[in-house]
Antibody, heavy 120, light 107 residues
């Protein structure tokens, strides 16, 4: 059974960098079949696609965040990570990691999500 | 960027009802659309991919249709566990974009 689990600080100060890790079990992030993605959801709002990474290092980001976001992958730890710099209150959200199947282009497995608050 | 518009934003229905949710894209996306169900405090769950393909393990009362710009999610007979918010997601091009969601509530 494939599982994804987000981890990282739940509280980030304004202007600092949000850093989250997604640990994958039951599957390998080195599989060429998948992209590894991040999605966020502002409180009581809809979903926003942040970006993805492939094990080859290929990435694709949402232009709305592109200047501030970095997604990286660590195949030795079977993890991928999200960094979002210069955060503001507008970045306060639940952050999900998800597996993106390259054939179906569907986000078929999700982590449970982690809430990140931006406050001094 | 492609914008996805869902309708209605919310609806009230009874157990056993047939429910339809619509998603419209601002440009043609072929069949590059998925439907997701989200319950409060939980992650979204994939129901339908490629507009009409049922994800493994999802009950057959869920179905999807459409191509181009207009898509539909249908629940043939609403069950108590189906009360949730439903989102469409286009994966025709980047950035991927979600609809704003349709909340299905108990009448």
């Amino acid at each position: 059974q494939v599982q994804l689990q987000e981890s990282g600080p739940g509280l980030v100060k304004p202007s600092q960098t949000l850093s989250l890790i997604c640990t994958v079990s039951g599957a390998s992030v080195s599989s060429g079949t998948y992209y590894w993605s991040w999605v966020r959801q502002h409180p009581e709002k809809g979903l926003e696609w942040i970006g993805y990474i492939h094990y080859s290092g290929n990435t694709h980001y949402n232009p709305s965040l592109k200047s501030r976001v970095t997604i990286s992958i660590d195949t030795s730890k079977n993890q991928f990570s999200l960094k979002l710099s210069s955060v503001t209150a507008a970045d306060m959200a639940v952050y999900y990691c998800a597996r993106d199947h390259r054939v179906t282009d569907a986000l078929d497995v999700w982590g449970q999500g982690t809430m990140v608050t931006v406050s001094s | 960027a492609i914008q996805m518009t869902q309708s209605p934003s919310s609806l009230s229905a009874s157990v056993g009802d047939r429910v339809t949710v619509t998603c419209r894209a601002t440009q043609g996306i072929r069949n590059a659309l998925g439907w997701y169900q989200q319950k409060p405090g939980k992650a979204p769950k994939l129901l339908i991919y490629a507009a009409s393909s049922l994800q493994s393990g999802v009950p057959s009362r869920f179905s999807g249709s459409g191509s181009g710009t207009d898509f539909t999610l249908t629940i043939s007979s609403l069950q108590p566990e189906d009360f949730a918010t439903y989102y469409c997601l286009q994966h025709y091009n980047y950035p991927r974009s979600f609809g704003q969601g349709t909340k299905v509530e108990i009448k």
